[in-house]
T-cell receptor, first 115, second 112 residues
Framework: GAVVSQHPSRVICKSGTSVKIECRSL??????MFWYRQFPKQSLMLMAT?????????EQGVEKDKFLINHASLTLSTLTVTSAHPEDSSFYIC???????????FGEGSRLTVL | KQEVTQIPAALSVPEGENLVLNCSFT??????LQWFRQDPGKGLTSLLL?????REQTSGRLNASLDKSSGRSTLYIAASQPGDSATYLC???????????FGKGTKLTVNP
């Protein structure tokens, strides 16, 4: 069964609005959550790493004020795309690991379309 | 800086054929290597995880090998089926890091 649940799977919004994407770990605690973005025909790119109870670490070139990450509990991390613009349209995926193997499990992804 | 390359970018084969997908990485100091499958518009599904101390892993019709010294991994798919059609991504975790570095993937099409 699914290890990580991501919601919503698809969202369409108007330019200038904010969109929140949730990522939940099922039946285990996720201390660390990774957020990726994937543009068409491109590889996944890490946007930020969120750690429960502390500020997220953003990759170079990712605006922290635009992509707000909250990891308030051990089972939930959220990514909020603030004041979204068409260029933010992308596929956003969260992931986390379980145990000490380093194996990562991914959410089903969220397709964001900004009109 | 770690770079992961996957060849070929796309592959089309008839059903039943055995095939090999290739992955290479520039820095051999990896913690592990993982193969994923991605269906269009979907998240990633983990297929096989190879720790840096291992040389191969098998799951059903899939076999992944790792040659850390040469910076290479292969994913072997036996008796391919149309349901295997997807994009296959290879990714490594650098030693001392939690971050995955992905290749761009190989888009596989298995024709009935």
């Amino acid at each position: 069964g699914a290890v990580v649940s991501q919601h919503p799977s698809r969202v369409i919004c108007k330019s200038g609005t904010s969109v929140k994407i949730e990522c939940r770990s099922l039946d285990f605690q996720a201390t660390t959550m990774f957020w990726y973005r994937q543009f068409p025909k491109q590889s996944l790119m890490l946007m930020a790493t969120s750690n429960e109870g502390s500020k997220a670490t953003y990759e170079q070139g990712v605006e922290k004020d635009k992509f707000l990450i909250n990891h308030a509990s051990l089972t939930l991390s959220t990514l909020t795309v603030t004041s979204a613009h068409p260029e933010d349209s992308s596929f956003y995926i969260c992931s986390t690991d379980r145990g000490n193997t380093g194996e990562l499990f991914f959410g089903e992804g969220s397709r964001l379309t900004v009109l | 800086k770690q770079e992961v390359t996957q060849i070929p970018a796309a592959l089309s084969v008839p059903e039943g054929e055995n095939l090999v997908l290739n992955c290479s990485f520039t820095d051999s100091a990896i913690y592990n290597l993982q193969w994923f499958r991605q269906d269009p518009g979907k998240g990633l599904t983990s297929l096989l995880l190879i720790q840096s101390s291992q040389r191969e892993q098998t799951s059903g019709r899939l076999n992944a090998s790792l040659d850390k010294s040469s910076g290479r991994s292969t994913l072997y798919i036996a008796a391919s089926q149309p349901g295997d059609s997807a994009t296959y991504l290879c990714a490594v975790i650098q030693g001392g890091s939690e971050k995955l570095v992905f290749g761009k993937g190989t888009k596989l099409t298995v024709n009935p």
